[in-house]
Structure formats: C-alpha cells, structure tokens
C-alpha cells in the first residue's frame, strides 16, 4: 500500500529524519503534531506495517521500528524506556 494520507507523510518524513539521532525529542514532536511521542510511534508503527514493502528501505524500516520499540511500552509510558540488562544469575538491573 502507498502512503496517501498527507499526515501519515509528514509523520513519516519526521521520523524518518530524526531516526539516525535516536529520534526528536518529545517535546519536537508535542510542537509538530499535538501529540504525545507514544501516540506519534504508534502511528510510525502502523504506517511502517500498512506501507508496501519496497517503499521503506528494509535498513530505514527497521531503524524506525526500533526507535519505536523505545516510546510504545505496553504500560503506554511516553518517557524513553531505559534498557535493562541481563546480569549473572538470570535478574536483571
């Protein structure tokens, strides 16, 4: 599927520049949208699922996908998520 929706091409574009930087600060993307950075990476996500395949770079795709991961915890947080890192003995920090 093309991408029509002229929002979802903005969304897209932003996210898209911003991704090799980790993504905009959720204050960037409050101003650009009027919407949270969870609600913003929930609509990258269903965007990068419904866009055909060779639209994205599989590279980009995935990049987008991860920096996704980030804002779209299942307790619907929109702070950055810190990563948790396994440590001996099977808990985690």
């Known amino acids: ?3 029509t929706n002229v929002e979802d091409r903005r969304m ?3 996210a898209r520049m911003w991704a090799p930087y980790g993504g905009p600060q959720p ?3 409050l101003v ?3 919407m949270p950075p969870t ?3 929930q609509n990258i996500t269903r965007i990068l699922r419904t866009a055909a395949p060779g639209q ?3 590279a980009e795709r995935q990049l987008l996908y ?3 991961a980030r804002y779209c915890a299942a307790d619907g947080s929109s702070r950055r998520r810190r990563r ?3 440590v001996p003995g099977g808990r985690t920090r």
């Open 56 to 58: 994205i770079p599989v």
């Open 1 to 3: 599927m093309t991408i």
């Open 32 to 34: 650009h949208f009027g």
């Open 84 to 86: 948790v890192e396994p």
């Open 66 to 68: 991860t920096v996704s």
């Open 12 to 14: 897209l574009d932003f």
């Open 39 to 41: 609600r913003f990476y």
């Open 27 to 29: 204050d960037e993307i």
